[in-house]
Structures are given as C-alpha cells and as structure tokens.
C-alpha cells in the first residue's frame, strides 16, 4: 500500500506548499505595490495589518469549517457561511483602510493617494468583496479538491484491504484441503506438506501485511505454493517453472502473483489418459517483471459464470490500484491451453 501512502504523503506536501506559495505571493504582490505609493513601513505595516486576519479568517474557512461540511454532506451550510466570512472579512479590510486613513490624517504616515477615501464607505466596502471572493474561493477551492483526493485515497486503501481479505480464506481452505486429502492417503506426504503449509502461512500472515517485500521473498513464496501443488498432485500434473531475476532485492506489493499460479491450478486439466500441464515462467529485468503462467484445460470444460473468477477478479482490482498505467494483463485461451501474461512496471 505504499502507492497509496507516499499518493497521500505527497497530497499533504503538496497542499502546503502550494498555499504557502499563493499567501507568500499575494503578500510580495501587493507590498511592491504599496511601496511604490507609501513609505516602507506604511507599506509593510499595512500589508500585515491586511493580511494577517485575512489570512487567519480564510485559513479556518477553508481549513475547518469546509472539511466538516464535506464529511458531513452539509454543503449549504457552508456556502452561508462563505457568505459571512467574506461579508465580516469585507468590513475587517474596510476597518482597516479607514484607520490607515485617519493615520496619515493625524500626521503619524505621509498622505497617499492610497488611503484617501473618494467614494462612501458602502461603496468602498462593494469594491472590496470581488477580491476577498477570489481569495476565498480559491483556498477553498484548492482544499476542497485536497479533501477530495484524501478521500478517494482512504477509499483505495479500504478497498485493497477488502481484496486482501478476501485472498487469504481462499488460499487457505485450498491448502487445507490438499492436506487433507493426503492423510488419507500418506501421511508422511501429508507432513512434508504441513511444514512447507507452515512456511506459507507464516509468510502469508506476516509479509503479506506489508506495504512492499524484497521480490527474492514473493519468489520463494510462489514455488512454496507450487511445491505444495506438485506434492498434492504428484505424477497427474507436470509442472515446469522458469525463475530469472536480475536483482530480488526490488521491492513488490505482497500476494500479487500468487492468484495467477493459484488460478492455474484450480483449472488445469485432469484426465487419466493424458498428463495435464502447468508451467511459470518469472522474469525480472530492470524494472520490468513478466509473469507468464500456462495451464492446459480439461476437454469437456463446464462453462461458469464469471469464468475468470473471483481470484482473478480482485487481482485485477489490486493491480489497476497499486499499479495504475504501469501494468498490462493478458489472457488468452483455446480449446487445448489457458494463458495469462503479466507485465508490471515495478
């Protein structure tokens, strides 16, 4: 889930950055235009005077009172109270510019043209609020898109822990299963199975709750899984695997490959007169990874509902959240094989 986590990291960082920039720019902006129309400290006493409740006021707007409306569904709630900031910021401004005023009146600044009041302060107050609108929806704006994308985030991150769950009973109950159907049959079998179902489970329960494993790890977790599947088969199934991996200390997501292996072998044929097949092939190169994973399938195959099944399903889910536009999947099937090609962009 790092994808997710270092999406949100990234979203935080960047929504201070980006409003911390905007407030820094707005301040420079008009203190340059101050400057040029009074003196250095008029300008700058008056950019914080303005600046500071403005900043303050917007920051709780935009900060607290739209989060809770967005958790809350209570968006018309907030647009009232946009109203108000804006009028009470408006009159702050106009506060503001009427004390400067009186300041140069009473000699303690140079006169300006800037503090010069030439219209009503009803008028000077109107020409105010296009402004302090602007500002305002744009902060808000930008948070609500913030929250927007925090949410979403926290959704992906509900759902992957969904698929997760709904991976590990699967492979579970299979493994369970192949044991106990060897006991009944040899039960010195049945306890190689059991200490290699050990290993699974311990990696299943441990490093599957991590957020990456080094790709040497998952490896070795697939053919425990697959040594589990020849022990179970025997001499009904040919199983060949291909394993080149350039450097196994590149991280991947955790129980990613294994519905592929585990969909194989769920499907592949069995027929007395003829052997029926499973070969894997994983391929690491550089920041690709090719997974290729071929079954042949029973002559008389029953046709099912959602054929693919579940297992597949979720994979696909997992892959489209934790890989987005960095991962192709490929199936393809005739009447004698079941292929799956996999390339992931690590």
Sequence with gaps: MSYIC??????????????????????????????????????????????????????????????????????PRFIVQFIIVM?????????????????????????????RTHYSIIIEYIMTLPA?????????????YYEHSKLRQIH??????????????????????????????????ASELLV???????????????????????????????EVEKTRWGKELHVDCTWQIENGDRDIQPLLLITFIENAFKHV???ISETGFVNVMVEQKGDSLLMEVKNSKPVQQIKKKNASGLG????????????????????EENEQVYIIRLNITL
């Design 312 to 331: 597949l399903i979720n994979a696909k889910e997992r892959l489209e959240i934790l890989y987005p536009d960095r991962y192709s999947l490929f199936i």
């Design 132 to 144: 302090i609108f602007i500002i305002n929806l744009g902060f808000c704006g930008t948070r609500f």
């Design 196 to 226: 290699k179902y050990s290993e699974i489970l311990r990696y299943q329960l441990y490093n599957g709750k991590e957020e990456l494993v080094p790709l040497s790890q998952e490896i070795q977790f697939l053919k425990d899984v697959i």
């Design 269 to 271: 044929s069995r027929s």
């Design 6 to 75: 270092n999406m949100k990291n990234y979203l935080t960082k960047g929504y201070i950055s980006f409003v911390a920039l905007i407030w820094l720019m707005l301040a420079s902006l008009f203190l340059f235009q101050y400057m040029n129309q009074v003196s250095v400290i008029e300008a700058v006493l008056f950019c914080f005077s303005l600046f500071l409740p403005t900043c303050l006021i917007t920051s709780y707007l935009s900060n607290s009172l739209l989060p809770k409306a967005i958790r809350s569904k209570k968006m």
């Design 156 to 189: 992906l991150k509900t759902q992957l822990q969904v698929l997760q769950q709904q991976i590990n009973p699967h492979f579970m109950f299979n493994v369970l299963n192949h044991i106990y159907i060897l006991m009944q049959k040899d039960v010195n079998r």
């Design 87 to 115: 009028l009470l910021t408006g009159i702050i401004h106009l506060a503001i510019f009427i004390t400067f005023e009186k300041l140069e009146k009473a000699g303690v600044f140079e006169p300006s043209e800037l503090m």
